[in-house]
């Protein structure tokens, strides 16, 4: 069952000439400082094939699966996010801009019901009722980072301060 039908968004500083354009071409992304997923996520193929239909050169300098460091780096001005465009962390942020990407790069996110017996405990995302309020535990995402080596150092991001 589909859950979340969402799409890659280009972020970047509010102030930013590109922050007020309605869509990004992918064109516009060739040579800047990328943030993004790394080899392990699964919206990284996806990124990849649309930069290489566009024959551009997909290579990110930062990458991370946590959307508030996304936030952070764009602020900082450390170059342009590629995430989903609906992490809370983008919209709760008035100094950054989500533009969405031209060809646009949607995705689906599924609830998979299995037909065999399922894995020993629960999985994070369908663990028990908390006692107190009846919602689930909140799991944060580890803010760390990987970045190339080429990528400048940020103070505070994969190093100590």
Request: glycine letters at 8%; charged letters at 15%; hydrophobic letters at 40%.
């Amino acid at each position: 069952m589909v859950m979340l039908e969402d799409a890659i968004a280009a972020v970047v500083p509010a102030d930013s000439p590109l922050a007020g354009r309605e869509n990004m071409p992918i064109e516009l992304l060739s040579g800047k400082t990328l943030i993004s997923y790394g080899p392990d996520s699964g919206l990284r193929p996806r990124l990849q094939s649309a930069f290489d239909a566009a024959d551009i050169d997909f290579t990110t300098q930062y990458a991370t699966i946590d959307g508030s460091l996304h936030a952070t780096l764009v602020e900082a001005g450390v170059g342009t996010s590629l995430t989903v465009s609906t992490d809370r962390a983008l919209a709760a942020n008035p100094r950054i801009r989500a533009v969405p990407i031209s060809p646009s790069l949607t995705y689906r996110k599924a609830l998979i019901w299995r037909g065999t017996p399922s894995p020993p405990g629960p999985s994070p995302p369908l663990a028990p009722q908390h006692p107190d309020n009846g919602a689930p535990p909140r799991h944060e995402p580890l803010a760390t980072a990987a970045m190339s080596a080429d990528a400048p150092p940020v103070a505070g991001v994969g190093q100590p301060s």
